[in-house]
Nanobody, 115 residues
Framework: QVQLVESGGGLVQTGGSLRLSCAAS??????MGWYRQAPGKQRELVAT???????NYADSVKGRFTISRDNAKNTVYLQMNGLKVEDTAIYYCNAYFFDIGRNYWGQGTQVTVSS
């Protein structure tokens, strides 16, 4: 069983920065990433990174957010700069194991950006 423990959410003003962390127990996932869900909206992809380092970003966060991972610590990070009110959401960590086709989710961490 894989557990994902997230940290780093909080309240910040427009233009500010936050750094999210997600530590995975057990095996190293093929892919790790961040998704977010705002009130009344569907969960959407923010950014993903595979074990080889290739990254993928939602258009809305390109140039502002940076995803990285430390395979030795089995941890993924999301550096969020230039935060906007529309970035307000619950952010969920995701880990995907390609060989078994399984997704795991963290409990979510709230990010609130005030104007």
């Amino acid at each position: 069983q894989v557990q994902l423990v997230e940290s780093g959410g909080g309240l910040v003003q427009t233009g500010g920065s936050l750094r999210l962390s997600c530590a995975a127990s057990g095996r190293i996932p093929h892919s790790m990433g961040w998704y977010r869900q705002a009130p009344g909206k569907q969960r959407e992809l923010v950014a993903t990174i595979i074990s080889g380092g290739h990254t993928n970003y939602a258009d809305s966060v390109k140039g502002r957010f940076t995803i990285s991972r430390d395979n030795a610590k089995n941890t993924v990070y999301l550096q969020m700069n230039g935060l906007k009110v529309e970035d307000t959401a619950i952010y969920y960590c995701n880990a995907y194991f390609f060989d078994i086709g399984r997704n795991y989710w963290g409990q979510g961490t709230q990010v609130t950006v005030s104007s």
